[in-house]
């Protein structure tokens, strides 16, 4: 990180909220908005209409989304006082990698749809924070690129398992040596959800060339691109709409535009990446197929109730990722922080548990901790800070949330994050 904090003491909050204060004697406002209410608001007034719906939108009449955020609404952190708080330590570590907050910057797909810079933006912030970036499978730019512009910066790998074996194992060669720190096997998405705010819109960005470089990229995709018989060009009057997308494959796919616009292939690539993109047939006996081929850490994404918790720690995993995709994929599904207690305890500290799904602030960041969470992956508010201001948008998000983690620490009596538990909190009526 640069000079905003000092690792491991109470420097952090104080000199984040220092620096937006005497910004402020002389006219100047936060890069972004602090408020996550108004982030929000300034991000959608931003944002295209389908970027805003693909980013923002849940599964089905949005239960899970609000679901999420009642779920924080249920507890309140009980503050401690006249404990020496002085110096705070935010930091954690995660596979042996000593961090500075737990804070992760979470997959996020199609980043394109907020922001030109896409992945690179994010890079450069996580590069900024000392934070990992757990880079999606459905990334607008190839892995090595943005390891390229992560520098030395932690970075994991989110891999969704493909139908094709070849893929796979492509993707995981790559994440090795690219230097992913972990793989992340997100199993909630192996078709997509009724994402609703999408369907109305009509709006898949894969369908256009969108959020499939890692895909393009990949000698193993490549080759079912090649081999496919191209298919027959349609016999309606092309639409405008029609005559866009095609443009949008040609420019997504690798090469020159205008020679990809005479190509069959950067078509062939969107229909094979939708034949082949998640496979739903996958079981907990594949999990051993996937430890043969690597020796990296295998967390696994999308965990909710204890049951499959007990499963993961039966079949060797080295973490796992307590989340419900941000509301994305089960409309009237179980808050995800309703379901980490029950998965804490089954775990019973023998992997890291980490939490997705409706962190909004440092404060929320608290609770998840206190409810046993090792650390938490943040989504929707750093794409919203993308979208405003880029890396430095993204960079202000995450930088806000540990800030308000730090502050909420020494408000509450607490000096590092190992203090934090469930004697903190108390449910609300």
């Known amino acids: 990180m640069s000079d905003d904090a000092d690792h491991g003491t109470a420097a952090v909050g104080r000199a984040v909220q220092s620096r937006i204060y005497r910004a402020g004697v002389f006219g100047r406002r936060p890069v972004v908005p602090v408020e996550p209410k108004a982030l929000e608001a300034a991000a959608r007034a931003r944002m295209s209409d389908v970027a805003w719906a693909y980013v923002a939108g849940g599964a089905g009449r949005q239960r899970t989304v609000q679901a999420n955020r009642d779920a924080f609404d249920r507890h309140r952190i009980v503050?401690?006082?006249?404990?020496?708080?002085?110096?705070?330590?935010?930091?954690?570590?995660?596979?042996?990698?000593?961090?500075?907050?737990?804070?992760?910057?979470?997959?996020?797909?199609?980043?394109?749809?907020?922001?030109?810079?896409?992945?690179?933006?994010?890079?450069?912030?996580?590069?900024?924070?000392?934070?990992?970036?757990?880079?999606?499978?459905?990334?607008?730019?190839?892995?090595?690129?943005?390891?390229?512009?992560?520098?030395?910066?932690?970075?994991?790998?989110?891999?969704?398992?493909?139908?094709?074996?070849?893929?796979?194992?492509?993707?995981?060669?790559?994440?090795?040596?690219?230097?992913?720190?972990?793989?992340?096997?997100?199993?909630?998405?192996?078709?997509?959800?009724?994402?609703?705010?999408?369907?109305?819109?009509?709006?898949?960005?894969?369908?256009?060339?969108?959020?499939?470089?890692?895909?393009?990229?990949?000698?193993?995709?490549?080759?079912?691109?090649?081999?496919?018989?191209?298919?027959?060009?349609?016999?309606?009057?092309?639409?405008?709409?029609?005559?866009?997308?095609?443009?949008?494959?040609?420019?997504?796919?690798?090469?020159?535009?205008?020679?990809?616009?005479?190509?069959?292939?950067?078509?062939?690539?969107?229909?094979?990446?939708l034949d082949v993109f998640s496979r739903s047939s996958l079981t907990w006996a594949d999990l051993a197929r996937l430890r043969e081929r690597t020796s990296l850490p295998i967390v696994l994404k999308g965990i909710q109730h204890p049951g499959d918790a007990a499963l993961a720690l039966e079949h060797g995993v080295d973490g796992i990722v307590v989340s419900n995709h941000g509301g994305r994929q089960v409309d009237g599904a179980i808050g995800s922080l309703d379901a980490l207690p029950a998965v804490v305890d089954v775990i019973g500290g023998r992997v890291p548990v980490l939490f997705d799904s409706g962190v909004?602030?440092?404060?929320?960041?608290?609770?998840?901790?206190?409810?046993?969470?090792?650390?938490?992956?943040?989504?929707?508010?750093?794409?919203?800070?993308?979208?405003?201001?880029?890396?430095?948008?993204?960079?202000?998000?995450?930088?806000?949330?540990?800030?308000?983690?730090?502050?909420?620490?020494?408000?509450?009596?607490?000096?590092?994050v190992d203090e934090i538990g469930p004697h903190l909190l108390t449910a609300s009526s």
């Open 360 to 416: 909004r602030s440092g404060a929320d960041v608290v609770t998840a901790l206190a409810l046993g969470a090792t650390a938490v992956l943040v989504g929707r508010p750093w794409v919203y800070g993308l979208a405003l201001a880029g890396a430095d948008g993204a960079r202000a998000v995450m930088q806000h949330l540990w800030a308000e983690l730090d502050l909420t620490m020494a408000l509450s009596g607490v000096r590092s």
């Open 79 to 273: 503050p401690r006082v006249l404990v020496d708080v002085e110096r705070r330590d935010t930091s954690v570590r995660l596979f042996g990698r000593p961090l500075p907050a737990p804070l992760l910057f979470a997959p996020i797909g199609v980043l394109e749809l907020a922001h030109r810079d896409a992945d690179h933006a994010v890079a450069r912030a996580a590069r900024a924070l000392g934070l990992p970036l757990v880079i999606s499978s459905q990334a607008s730019v190839p892995m090595e690129d943005v390891a390229r512009t992560l520098g030395d910066a932690p970075r994991w790998f989110q891999l969704y398992w493909s139908k094709d074996d070849d893929v796979v194992d492509s993707f995981v060669s790559r994440a090795e040596a690219i230097g992913s720190e972990a793989l992340v096997v997100t199993l909630d998405t192996h078709v997509l959800g009724w994402r609703t705010r999408d369907l109305d819109l009509a709006y898949l960005p894969f369908a256009r060339g969108e959020g499939i470089a890692q895909y393009t990229s990949d000698p193993a995709f490549r080759r079912l691109v090649e081999a496919r018989k191209p298919s027959d060009e349609p016999t309606s009057r092309p639409t405008p709409s029609a005559v866009r997308a095609l443009h949008s494959m040609a420019r997504h796919y690798p090469g020159r535009t205008r020679d990809n616009l005479r190509s069959p292939l950067p078509r062939a690539a969107v229909e094979t990446f």
